[in-house]
């Protein structure tokens, strides 16, 4: 683990300061310990049905034909029995059963409060971010799934994860579920920065039909050319995971690199191991190995075309190297080098490849991070840092991913990550109450809805 740091002064704005990352470490960490298990499933069929029926007029339009109606013709199809025998045959709940009550807690939880709200705004922009009509110009509508996925809590021992949409299908849902512990309502910052890694991957790969493969033989390919031969199938044979990392840092820029690694750290900690980033990817993992998905975070941030990125590229870099230990990929054991340079050759042929499932177009034509993203950050961080309320803080062109950025930047630069996530909830409910997805007309994207005007007048 690193050595001790000074933290910097609050609201510090330096590229690339990680003087307080530890105490964003403790707080991913408070979060997965928290005792609140999230509501509990209705195991009961009526209840269940009663339930959905209720919640489904109170959601958007857009979300009562993608999710509520479709899941009440799934159960009206089971009926008793079969959800008897559909409970019956996945009692760990991580299978088929899993998916339908995730389904039916991200409807009935639709409306629980800032924090769900915050949450959803997220998740919304994120999606939107890579699949609205305003980012895709030139390009044909993803194949499923252009709507954003639902959010739910619950099942914190699974840590975050999703429901792509490819996923839902099987109860008739055209669009996905995020999950988040219950814990990370109230703790763990660095999290929602782990949203990217869900919604900005996992759940865009899914809405591509052939994007997965594609990214699998490019990165395949781009390993091969580079003399990085023994890995390449490493790398390609986790492009779920990989792509995901990639996509996330595209989206929300350095903070989700720096909160990969404060959430990795955590989780090892609370669940039972020390707070450093693993060295080993075992062959039976889908995940590579923590200490190369640093490395590719690094290698995507220095790809940005912003000033401070080589900063924060460095910062997360160094951050890396400090746990690194001897490094098994698989079967391999690998020097440092090849962990940094594998790492780079596949980041950059997941963001930089242009493939056929998006009109020849790259991951990193959609999404990067720019000067005037950071501009944004700089100027939201000086709000959450400071003491004043936070009405009229948001700009045209301010968007969640700006706003978890701030905070994630500023709580690693120094700032507390407890009073910052209060106040980023309280910011993002803000915008969620203006985004025209969960207004009473069916809206798809927030950023579909775009006037273009024949003239910009002056002034």
């Known amino acids: 683990m690193a050595t001790k740091r000074t933290p910097a002064a609050a609201g510090?704005?330096?590229?690339?300061?990680?003087?307080?990352?530890?105490?964003?470490?403790q707080d991913v960490a408070r979060a997965a310990s928290d005792p609140d298990r999230g509501r509990r499933d209705p195991t009961a069929f009526a209840p269940l049905r009663k339930a959905v029926a209720k919640a489904l007029p109170r959601?958007?339009?857009?979300?009562?034909?993608?999710?509520?109606?479709?899941?009440?013709?799934?159960?009206?199809?089971?009926?008793?029995?079969?959800?008897k025998r559909l409970l019956a045959s996945d009692p760990k709940r991580q299978g088929a059963a899993c998916l339908l009550f995730d389904c039916a807690q991200a409807v009935?939880?639709?409306?629980?409060?800032?924090?769900?709200?915050?949450?959803?705004?997220?998740?919304?922009?994120?999606?939107?971010?890579?699949?609205?009509?305003?980012?895709?110009?030139?390009?044909?509508?993803?194949?499923?799934?252009?709507l954003p996925p639902l959010v739910k809590w619950g099942r914190p021992d699974d840590g975050p994860y999703t429901w792509p949409v490819d996923a839902t299908a099987s109860v008739g849902a055209t669009t996905g579920v995020v999950s988040l512990p219950p814990g990370n309502a109230r703790h763990g910052l660095c999290i929602w920065a782990a949203l990217g890694h869900e919604t900005a991957g996992h759940d865009i790969l899914g809405a591509d039909r052939g994007l997965r493969v594609e990214l699998a033989d490019a990165v395949r390919a781009a390993l091969r050319d580079a003399g990085q031969v023994s890995l390449a199938g490493y790398w390609a044979d986790r492009i779920d995971e990989t792509a995901s990392d990639v996509m996330g840092i595209l989206n929300m820029g350095p903070a989700a690199g720096v909160g990969l690694l404060a959430t990795l750290r955590g989780l090892r900690l609370a669940w039972g191991g020390d707070a450093r980033l693993q060295s080993e990817g075992a062959s039976d993992d889908e995940h590579p190995a923590d200490v190369v998905r640093g490395f590719m975070a690094a290698a995507v941030i220095r790809t940005f075309p912003f000033a401070g990125a080589g900063a924060w590229a460095d910062a997360v870099e160094r951050e890396t190297s400090l746990d690194a230990q001897v490094i098994r990929l698989g079967r391999r054991e690998v020097t440092l080098a090849e962990a940094r340079a594998s790492s780079a050759t596949a980041a950059k042929a997941v963001a930089g490849t242009r493939v056929r499932s998006l009109e020849g177009h790259a991951l990193g034509e959609i999404q990067t991070w720019r000067d005037v993203d950071e501009a944004v950050v700089r100027r939201l961080r000086a709000a959450l840092d400071g003491s004043a309320t936070l009405t009229d803080t948001i700009e045209q062109g301010d968007y969640a991913a700006h706003a978890v950025a701030a905070a994630v930047t500023s709580a690693v630069g120094g700032s507390d990550p407890a009073r910052l996530q209060q106040r980023?909830?309280?910011?993002?409910?803000?915008?969620?109450?203006?985004?025209?997805?969960?207004?009473?007309?069916?809206?798809?994207?927030?950023?579909?809805?775009t006037r273009r005007p024949f003239l910009v007048p002056l002034g």
């Open 12 to 25: 510090s704005a330096r590229a690339g300061d990680l003087s307080n990352i530890e105490a964003c470490v």
């Open 59 to 83: 959601l958007p339009p857009a979300y009562q034909e993608a999710m509520a109606a479709p899941l009440l013709k799934t159960l009206d199809r089971l009926g008793p029995a079969g959800f």
């Open 424 to 449: 980023l909830v309280a910011l993002l409910v803000d915008m969620h109450q203006h985004n025209p997805v969960w207004g009473p007309l069916k809206v798809v994207h927030s950023g579909d809805l």
């Open 108 to 146: 009935l939880q639709a409306d629980d409060g800032a924090a769900t709200d915050a949450f959803q705004e997220v998740v919304s922009d994120l999606y939107d971010g890579f699949l609205s009509a305003e980012d895709r110009r030139g390009m044909k509508p993803p194949d499923r799934g252009v």
